[in-house]
């Protein structure tokens, strides 16, 4: 399933397998919360190079429905994706809803924001709309408290949060295990565990021995980039990442910069996802080799040159800043696309460059190099 090819200090290049595809890691998902990559099809999503996307189980379950969406033969023919998936449980969304949901052991009772329907999200339901979904990787329910939070908080909901992973896998087990007994073909989804413990390494530490011990087919670091500094991000990751088996694959949920890749990498993480790319597109910032720009500044009212000069994307091959900002002050929705398709090129270049290194022994060359043109200046967020 999962295989490492090299290895340069932390920094880990691998292979992993999944039913619709071969995913070389690192590896950079962009976000496709309602089974659409906001502005992009499918075709442009293949054209910078994605070779998986992520999907919001949540949004999904609410709208269209997941049953419908197996009455359609699942996500993948549903939008006309053919790669791989990797699906959340829809747990960050419903507990952002503090007002509208209320937590105990069974699982979360929640208001659909969209109607106010009464709705219940259980461990084994979570199971139950990825299987519907069709998804490759599957993420197992989990709690995400609120930081800062005090220890006592953190430990209780890490604690929940590996029982519900425990039921999780019980679950997904039996149908696995009922597919195979039926004569029917074996599902052939992944599911993740994910460790939650806030900020508290020996509370990390706690949540990845029992979330390892029930046995997963990869594993995610969850509960970061919610406000907290990035060194302290950081100082989690690398504190965290060597306690999840080396092989498997460790992806580090919602997260970040492209300074933020490179740094997680660097202290072992395989894969990531974050919604950054494809929503500064939309408001106008390009992600460049020498930092962000907000192409809606007015000094690039007369700038032929494209987004960026060291870039091969569609959209620097073909159009200038001026254009870009003609677009975005014109409220086009072709700005939109052109825009995130660039976002998307520079961090999926930015991925394949760090493979590229750690293949070659040269990660940490790489990384100072990246630090050196690439500033974080004022990344919208």
């Known amino acids: 399933m999962f295989s490492l090819s090299h290895t340069d200090g932390a920094a880990r290049r691998g292979v992993l397998q999944t039913a619709h595809g071969v995913i070389e890691t690192p590896v ?46 699942g996500l993948h023919r549903f939008i006309g994706w053919h790669k791989p ?29 969209l109607d106010g329907s009464a709705h219940v999200l259980t461990p084994e339901r979570c199971v139950d709309i990825q299987a519907n979904l069709g998804s490759d990787i599957a993420m197992v329910l989990d709690e995400c408290p609120a930081l800062p939070s005090t220890a006592p908080v953190i430990e209780k909901s890490l604690e929940l949060t590996a029982r519900w992973a425990g039921r999780c896998r019980e679950h997904f087990t039996m149908r ?8 029917g073909q074996e599902i052939g989804q992944l599911q993740f565990g994910i460790v939650q413990g806030g900020t508290f390494a020996d509370l990390r530490a706690k949540s990845a021995e029992l979330t390892v011990s029930i046995g997963f087919d990869g594993y995610a670091i969850g509960g970061l ?100 900002r003609h677009l975005y002050r014109a409220g086009e929705m072709t700005g939109g696309t052109l825009n995130t398709l660039h976002n998307l090129s520079f961090y999926l270049d930015t991925m394949r460059r760090i493979r590229e290194a750690i293949a070659f022994g040269r990660f940490e060359d790489f990384r100072q190099s990246f630090h050196q043109t690439f500033t974080r200046r004022a990344l919208i967020s």
């Open 225 to 324: 980039s919610v406000g907290e500094p990035a060194e302290v991000m950081y100082e989690v990751v690398e504190k965290t990442a060597p306690l999840l088996p080396a092989g498997q694959p460790r992806y580090l949920m919602g997260v970040g910069t492209p300074l933020d890749l490179v740094e997680a990498v660097a202290r072992g993480v395989d894969m990531f996802d974050c919604v950054l790319p494809t929503r500064n597109a939309r408001n106008g910032q390009l992600l460049t080799s020498e930092g962000p720009i907000n192409i809606k500044n007015a000094e690039f009212a007369e700038d032929d040159g494209p987004a960026d000069p060291a870039c091969g994307c569609y959209t620097c091959r073909n159009f200038s800043r001026a254009y870009l």
């Open 28 to 73: 950079f998902m962009p976000v496709g919360t309602q089974g659409a990559v906001k502005a992009l099809t499918p075709q442009h999503l293949d054209e910078v190079g994605a070779s998986i996307i992520l999907g919001n189980t949540y949004h999904l379950m609410l709208r269209p429905g997941d049953e419908l969406i197996a009455r359609r033969g």
């Open 176 to 183: 696995k295990n009922d597919r195979r007994g039926s004569g």
């Open 85 to 113: 998936i990797l699906t959340d449980s829809g747990g960050y969304q419903v507990f952002s809803l503090a007002e509208r949901r209320k937590i105990d052991e069974s699982g979360v009772t929640f208001r659909s924001h």
